[in-house]
């Protein structure tokens, strides 16, 4: 089932556009087939759950943390992942980038950008963001490398507000990165689009998605 999933993705998701198997709350034993499968890169939202599955599988797995950091989680974390999609406020930055230094790594990490309508979900505003840039911020950080934003949309059967969510997620990466003024390197990641609505991500310029029950089934909490 999963290496079915797995193949019949690889020839849905176009060129140029990475696939994270969001493997969070299911056994190694899933994620080892989709390994088998030729599958590498694999998304994990908790680290007690992520730390836990690291020794238990190849070494040549890229992780992506994709849930909210705690602070207190942070130092344990560094050095783990591939890319950090969910970085959510400065003080987190801060954070990962002075862990970053004292482990003599530099931690990729993309922004977390908040467009959807829910409350409850974690990221800068639009315009927290472009004034992040704006601001020059970025230039304070010496070991922790931007390498572009994330985003969920809205949780609705509504594919317009879904679409128009995208479409703002992606209007603010372009902002940032054809500021050529900002001297960006490598900030080129656009993380947008899940099971459901990966295809509308795609349209509206994701170059990374994240599916996990489409690949795995659905999660047991
Ligand atoms: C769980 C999760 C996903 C995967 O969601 P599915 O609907 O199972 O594909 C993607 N992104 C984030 C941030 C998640 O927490």
């Not at 299911?26 to 908790?46: K, L, T, W």
């Not at 230094?101 to 922004?111: E, N």
């Not at 990221?123 to 704006?134: H, I, K």
């Not at 960006?184 to 795609?202: N, T």
């Amino acid at each position: 089932m999963v290496a079915e999933e797995i193949e019949k993705l690889k020839q849905e998701i176009p060129a140029g556009v990475k696939l994270v198997a969001v493997s969070k709350f299911h056994p190694v034993e899933m994620i080892r087939e989709a390994y088998d499968a030729g599958q590498r890169r694999f998304g994990e939202s908790r680290v007690q759950e992520l730390l836990a599955k690291i020794p238990q599988l190849p070494d040549d797995i890229e992780w992506h943390f994709i849930g909210h950091l705690q602070t207190n989680k942070v130092k344990s974390l560094i050095g783990k992942t591939s890319l950090i999609e969910s970085v959510d406020s400065e003080k987190l930055l801060q954070l990962i980038d002075s862990e970053s230094r004292k482990a003599g790594v530099v931690t990729k990490v993309l922004m977390q950008l908040h467009v959807a309508k829910e409350e409850t979900k974690f990221g800068f505003l639009p315009e927290e963001l472009l004034e992040y840039f704006r601001q020059r911020k970025f230039e304070s950080l010496t070991n922790t490398h931007i390498c572009g934003v994330m985003g969920m949309a809205s949780n609705t059967d509504d594919m317009e507000r879904v679409r128009n969510d995208f479409a703002e997620i992606f209007r603010v990466f372009n902002e940032i990165h054809n500021d050529s003024s900002l001297g960006l390197r490598g900030f080129d990641s656009i993380s947008m689009g899940m099971s459901h609505d990966w295809q509308i991500a795609v349209k509206e310029g994701a170059n990374i998605v994240r599916i996990g029950s489409r690949i795995f089934g659905e999660r047991e909490y």
